[in-house]
């Protein structure tokens, strides 16, 4: 399941209606909710969602605050722009102490330019609206913290924007737990409910909102919440008690990880939050004292949790933003971690800011350890980047060699398609396929360009027997597939193998074809590195087959299998027929059958290529680069 689904299959169970308006990367948790409600699915109340979609996400927005208004629970689903769009009615339902939810897969902000992918630009421009803001770090913590926003806002008569990283966590697919609406039902405050819909707008006892106020009595008015964001956190730490009780979990304001002795020590938000903790563990193993501070309840702050958190041991301390503020002292975070620190008179402790994963940069191990380097300094940089290399302000920290801090044992799978061609729907039901029938676990992330369909996609799976908190682009892989033969020279994509990994690529080429067609480079090294070479003309199998020259993606998804062993292949051929017969049955006997044949030709005619001894001498000639075309998304992303 993706962030996406987990955030929606809570939001189902606790909402009355569904105010919507798609954008990028959100869209799926309203059609998710729209396809529940069109079911007959029941929430808690024992009713299906009422889902009205707007013209814009202004009209959204209105939407909202009319229905909670009205006395209805009331959740909406946004990104970027959209929740921009918003913003002005959620300083007013958040006055009206009106308690609803945004989901938020948090977005790029459109600046010098349009960027459609993830950074947290669009909820820190929230900040002041009066909404509490909770953090989730990947799907399994979006799917167990996200009651927390709605059962605190019921209670706590706040509103609530429930964010996690887009795409990076809104897309990905991880093998996880998900609550029973039973459970959902239990910890609900059912009086708190009761009080909310009595407190509708209702022509039978009017009563007066949204008055017009002058400058005697405005200011007073407005410190008057003061109490209810002070009582807030209570209420959180409340339910995320409750949550701890049910699923044995540690979840608090903020969460500590690492040594508890720690000198060094991140704190940070989102998804950045797993790849340091995969670094902790690399380096307290080598006797490091390095720690991270999680960030779950972003607004209201709560100097006093952060404080209980923060190791005594601690000596510098670098905290990173996922935004950029042109002209500030600091951005978001770092500007409140330094106010709690003075407050609280700890001058000692070295601060420092960092930014990161703006539009998505990939932020690997090698950017975290690098910052844990930088804390090593008598004088470490007070403003720094990580993920890029900044040659006009020369912010940006200095990044070392790969690091590979996945969990022994982790197979890392890496796929080059078309997009449109099925690569990513294949790799979808293969994540499924051994999510559910292994005890390993599972990740599935999707990396495209902007141009999507027609454009590159690049799909990353991990398997292993530890949970996988690597949150970022494989670079070094067990297994790459490319199901597009002219990649071959316009990417390096061999070169991101480990030795010994296993290369397959979809070609119509013979020993003769690939000593015309293969650069120099990809010959030499996969030669030089032990690389298991593999070929399959999978356009000639699907006509072959029926399927057409276009419909590759059952039949190498069948060689993927068989190549990787991660299920024995007599059963792996047998649930991907199960899968092809679930997707494509309603479409008659005669598409699953050519499916199925797909499916056995696949396994059956992998080619393994004996590699050359010539091959290691091969030189390289370089690679015919292309620019990526970028096509606009529509408007409203």
């Not at 024992?46 to 013209?55: A, L, R």
């Not at 008055?211 to 209570?234: K, M, T």
């Not at 004996?610 to 408007?635: D, F, I, R």
Request: hydrophobic content about 40%.
């Amino acid at each position: 399941m993706d962030g996406n689904t987990a955030a929606a299959h809570v939001a189902y169970a606790y909402t009355d209606v569904a105010a919507i308006y798609p954008i990028t990367p959100s869209s799926p948790m309203a059609d998710s909710v729209d396809q529940w409600s069109a079911a007959g699915q029941e929430n808690i109340f024992g009713n299906q969602v009422v889902v009205s979609e707007m013209q814009s996400e202004a009209g959204a927005a209105g939407t909202v605050h009319g229905s909670l208004a009205a006395g209805a629970i009331t959740t909406t689903f946004t990104a970027s722009q959209g929740l921009l769009l918003m913003i002005p009615n959620m300083y007013k339902i958040a006055a009206e102490q009106l308690p609803c939810v945004f989901d938020v897969s948090a977005r790029t902000v459109a600046t010098q330019s349009l960027n459609i992918f993830g950074d947290h630009s669009d909820v820190y421009a929230c900040r002041q609206t009066g909404f509490a803001m909770l953090a989730e770090t990947n799907p399994q913590e979006v799917m167990d913290l996200s009651p927390v926003a709605h059962l605190a806002a019921i209670e706590g008569k706040v509103p609530f924007i429930n964010f996690f990283d887009g795409f990076r966590t809104s897309h990905e697919i991880q093998k996880i737990e998900k609550w029973d609406y039973a459970d959902l039902k239990e910890m609900c405050n059912m009086d708190a409910v009761k009080a909310f819909r009595e407190h509708a707008l209702n022509p039978e006892h009017p009563a007066m909102r949204g008055s017009h106020e002058n400058g005697d009595v405005f200011f007073q008015h407005r410190e008057a919440c003061n109490s209810v964001y002070e009582a807030l956190p209570a209420v959180v730490k409340k339910y995320m008690g409750k949550i701890n009780e049910k699923l044995g979990t540690n979840y608090d304001l903020f969460n500590y990880y690492g040594a508890e002795d720690a000198d060094r020590v991140i704190i940070a938000m989102g998804s950045i939050c797993d790849v340091a903790e995969e670094v902790i563990d690399y380096l307290t193993a080598k006797g490091e004292k390095v720690g991270l501070i999680k960030v779950r309840l972003y607004r209201p702050w709560v100097s006093s949790a952060l404080l209980d958190v923060i190791p005594k041991t601690a000596k510098k301390i670098a905290v990173l933003d996922r935004t950029k503020e042109p002209g500030a002292l600091g951005d978001p975070l770092y500007l409140d971690v330094a106010t709690t620190l003075r407050e609280a008179g700890l001058n000692d402790i070295v601060l420092t800011a960092g930014r990161y994963g703006l539009g998505s940069k990939d932020t690997p191990p090698s950017s975290v350890f690098a910052i844990y380097k930088e804390l090593e300094k008598d004088a470490p940089k007070s403003r720094f980047t990580i993920g890029i290399v900044d040659d006009v302000t020369g912010l940006s920290l200095e990044v070392g060699a790969p690091l590979v801090t996945t969990p022994e044992g982790t197979i890392n799978c890496k796929f080059w398609g078309l997009g449109a061609d099925g690569t990513v729907g294949a790799n979808k039901n293969s994540i499924k396929i051994i999510g559910d029938n292994t005890d390993m676990y599972a990740q599935a992330y999707f990396d495209y360009d902007s141009k999507k369909s027609g454009g590159v996609t690049m799909s990353h799976l991990r398997f292993g027997k530890s949970p996988i908190k690597s949150t970022y682009l494989i670079k070094q892989a067990n297994f790459v597939a490319c199901h597009n033969p002219s990649y071959v020279n316009k990417y390096n994509m061999v070169q991101e193998l480990v030795d010994g990994g296993t290369f397959l690529l979809n070609c119509a080429w013979d020993m003769e074809g690939l000593e015309k067609h293969l650069p120099g480079q990809v010959k030499a090294f996969i030669a030089n590195h032990n690389i298991k070479f593999y070929t399959i003309d999978g356009v000639k199998i699907g006509i072959e087959t029926g399927m057409g020259p276009t419909r590759i993606n059952t039949i190498l998804q069948s060689a993927f299998f068989k190549l990787t062993g991660i299920i024995p292949e007599e059963q792996a051929i047998d649930l991907m027929k199960a899968a092809a017969k679930a997707t494509y049955g309603r479409k008659g006997d005669d598409v699953v059958q050519k499916n199925w044949a797909a499916i056995d030709a696949g396994a059956k005619q992998v080619v393994e290529i004996q590699v050359p001894e010539s091959w290691k001498n091969a030189e390289g000639e370089g690679l015919h680069m292309t620019c990526l075309l970028y096509t606009s998304p529509s408007p409203r992303d």
